[in-house]
C-alpha cells in the first residue's frame, strides 16, 4: 500500500504515529503477541465482547459473582457526557458501619475500570481494599465500553471523540469526584495507574478539586514520558503527529477495529521489529502476570479511546513538557488559551501537605525511572512527611494492576498510606 512507502515523508510520520499509538496501547493489544503466537491464532484480531457480556455490567461480571455488593451509576459531565460508575461499599463479609472512608480508582488510556478486577479478589486492588474498611469506586472515562454515552452527541460520529486528557481532567474526573463527595459527605481517597495518574497530577496543580480529595496513589506515573526505553517510543517522540488526525479522519481510535489490526501488521513488517515479544519491548518486562488473568484482560480489554487524546500524549514524549493540548498553530492555541503556546500544567502549585505516595518499578519501559525523577523533582518542595515513594526494582508498567504479587508489594503499602492519612 501507498501509505505505508518508506520513500514517502507522509507514510514515515504515519508509521511512527503508529509506533506511538501502539507503544500507548500499554500492554494490551500487544500481550496477544506473547500469548496467542504459537497457538495459530491471529494475533491482529482482538477479542471483541459478546452483546450478553456487555449488557450485565461490570458489577455483574466481576464483582457479585464474589460475593460482594456493587452497585451500578451514571454520573453525567458538565460537557453532556455519562460515565458509568461502580461501587463496592464494604468487603465480602459485610459490616463496619455506614461511613467508610471512598477511594476512587481511575485506569489507564484504552483500558477501563475493568482493570481493577482482573486478578481474583485476594489480589485485586478493589477488594482488597473493600475488605480493608473502604467504600470503593470505579470510575470509567468517555469512550471506553460502557461509558459511550452523549445526552446529544453520536458516539459513531467524529464530534463524540474531540477531547484529550484536558477534557478528563476539566470534565470527567471532577464530575465523579463531585458525585462521591455528594454520596458520601467525605473527602476522597485516590488511586491512578498510567494516565490516571496524569489525570490527578493535572487536576491537582490547578487546585479546582482539592477540597473534595484527601490523598492520591500514583502507580507507574506518566507526566513526563520523554525517556521511555522503548525504541517505539524514540521514534514517536521525535516525529511531529500532530496533521495525523486531520489527514487520516481517524477520530475514535478503536483498538478492536480492523483498522488498528492494518496499523499492528504494517509496524510488524518493519525491520528490527520482533512482534512475538512486543509487550515485554514496549512496556518493560513484567515479572509477575499469570496466564489466566492475561487471558481474562484479553477478554475485556482495550478499549476505545479519541485519537487526539493519543495526539496529546504524543505531544508529552515528543516536547518532554506537560502541557495542555496543542492546536499546532499560534492563532489556534490564542483562540483556546489566550495565548500563542498551550499553558503549562504546573505541579509545584500542588500543596506541599497534600498526601501523594509514587510508586515506580525499575523495568517500566513507559514510565522510565529519569521521568519518574523529573517528576520528583517538580515535587521537590513537598512535606517530606507527605511524600512517600516506592521503588520496585524488578515491577514493570503491568505489573502494578495484574501482578500476582502486587498485594504483598504494593497494595498493603497502599492500604497502609490512606490509613495513615485518614485523619
Not at 33 to 46: I, M, Q, T
Not at 131 to 143: A, Q
Not at 238 to 251: C, D, H, N, W, Y
Request: net charge negative; aromatic share 10%.
Amino acid at each position: 500500500m501507498a501509505v505505508f512507502s518508506r520513500s514517502s515523508n507522509l507514510a514515515a510520520s504515519f508509521l511512527s504515529f503508529c509506533a506511538l499509538l501502539l507503544q500507548l496501547l500499554l500492554f494490551a493489544t500487544l500481550d496477544r503477541y506473547h500469548v496467542v503466537a504459537a497457538s495459530g491464532l491471529d494475533p491482529f484480531h482482538l477479542q471483541t465482547d459478546t452483546e450478553e457480556e456487555f449488557d450485565i455490567g461490570i458489577c455483574a461480571s466481576a464483582v457479585t459473582i464474589h460475593g460482594y455488593k456493587c452497585q451500578e451509576f451514571d454520573v453525567r459531565t458538565d460537557d453532556g457526557y455519562i460515565l458509568s460508575v461502580q461501587r463496592i461499599p464494604e468487603g465480602v463479609v459485610g459490616g463496619g458501619g455506614t461511613n467508610k472512608p471512598p477511594v476512587l480508582l481511575q485506569h489507564g488510556v484504552l483500558v477501563d475500570g475493568m482493570t481493577w478486577l482482573l486478578n481474583s479478589p485476594q489480589q485485586s486492588l478493589a477488594m482488597i481494599l473493600a475488605d480493608s474498611g473502604f467504600d470503593v469506586w470505579i470510575i470509567n472515562i468517555r469512550g471506553t465500553r460502557y461509558s459511550r454515552r452523549h445526552v446529544t452527541l453520536d458516539p459513531t460520529k467524529p464530534e463524540f471523540w474531540n477531547w484529550t486528557w484536558d477534557e478528563l481532567v476539566v470534565h470527567d474526573l471532577p464530575a465523579v469526584l463531585d458525585f462521591v463527595f455528594r454520596q458520601t459527605g467525605q473527602k476522597i481517597h485516590y488511586v491512578g495507574h498510567s494516565m490516571g495518574t496524569l489525570m490527578a497530577l493535572a487536576t491537582l496543580s490547578e487546585g479546582k478539586q482539592i477540597h473534595k480529595v484527601k490523598s492520591a496513589v500514583l502507580l507507574s506515573p506518566i507526566a513526563y514520558l520523554s525517556h521511555m526505553t522503548t525504541k517505539l517510543g524514540v521514534v514517536a517522540a521525535k516525529t511531529f503527529v500532530g496533521e495525523i488526525t486531520t489527514i487520516f479522519g481517524l477520530a475514535e481510535f478503536n483498538p478492536k477495529g480492523d483498522a488498528v489490526a492494518n496499523l499492528l501488521k504494517a509496524l510488524c513488517a518493519q525491520p528490527g521489529v520482533d512482534c512475538f515479544d512486543l509487550l515485554t519491548a514496549l512496556t518493560g518486562k513484567n515479572c509477575c502476570l499469570n496466564a489466566s488473568t492475561v487471558e481474562i484482560f484479553l477478554k475485556n480489554e482495550p478499549q476505545s479511546t479519541s485519537t487526539k487524546n493519543l495526539v496529546h500524549l504524543a505531544q508529552t514524549v515528543r516536547d518532554g513538557t506537560l502541557t495542555k493540548y496543542d492546536y499546532g498553530n499560534a492563532n489556534f492555541n490564542v483562540a483556546h488559551y489566550g495565548e500563542s503556546k498551550p499553558p503549562p500544567y504546573n505541579l509545584a502549585n500542588i500543596p506541599h501537605d497534600f498526601p501523594i505516595f509514587v510508586s515506580y518499578g525499575g523495568q517500566d519501559a513507559l514510565s522510565d525511572v529519569k521521568d519518574v525523577a523529573t517528576l520528583l523533582d517538580s515535587l521537590k518542595l513537598h512535606d517530606v512527611n507527605k511524600l512517600h515513594v516506592q521503588y520496585i526494582k524488578d515491577y514493570a508498567h503491568a505489573d502494578f494492576i495484574m501482578g500476582a504479587t502486587a498485594k504483598d508489594v504494593v497494595y498493603n503499602q497502599i492500604v497502609a498510606f490512606f490509613k495513615l492519612n485518614q485523619n
